[in-house]
């Protein structure tokens, strides 16, 4: 079964960026639409951005909307977020999630996830 794995989490201050990386194993990450999605403490999981398999549609959440971009390099295997002027209502777990039918925002159309990578933002 497909695999993925985040990475690039950690603590940064207000205004930062940090880079998420979702990397796949066992079968190339060309072929899936995949979503970055958020939980923090007490909140349900949001979705906070898509990359369709072709590359050629992405969304974004509004909170994120002009600080955060998605990317995929199918080289790698990989897909990316680079989150910049970061906010403290952006800690959360992040999770990137695979879909072989539909790019949503909605975790119910995801069928793969990874196990989460912490970032918190705070000075």
């Known amino acids: 079964q497909l695999q993925l794995v985040e990475s690039g989490g950690g603590l940064v201050q207000p205004g930062g960026s940090l880079r998420l990386s979702c990397a796949a194993s066992?079968?190339?990450?060309?072929?899936?639409?995949i979503g970055w999605f958020r939980q923090a403490p007490g909140k349900e999981r949001e979705g906070v951005s898509y990359?369709?398999?072709?590359?050629?549609?992405?969304d974004y959440a509004d909170s994120v909307k002009g600080r955060f971009t998605i990317s995929r390099d199918n080289a790698k295997n990989t897909v990316y977020l680079q989150m910049n002027s970061l906010k403290p209502e952006d800690t959360a777990v992040y999770y990137c999630a695979a879909s072989t039918v539909i790019a949503t925002m909605s975790r119910k159309s995801y069928d793969y996830w990874g196990q989460g990578t912490q970032v918190t933002v705070s000075s």
């Open positions: 990359i369709t398999s072709s590359g050629r549609a992405m």
């Open positions: 066992r079968f190339t990450i060309k072929n899936y639409h």
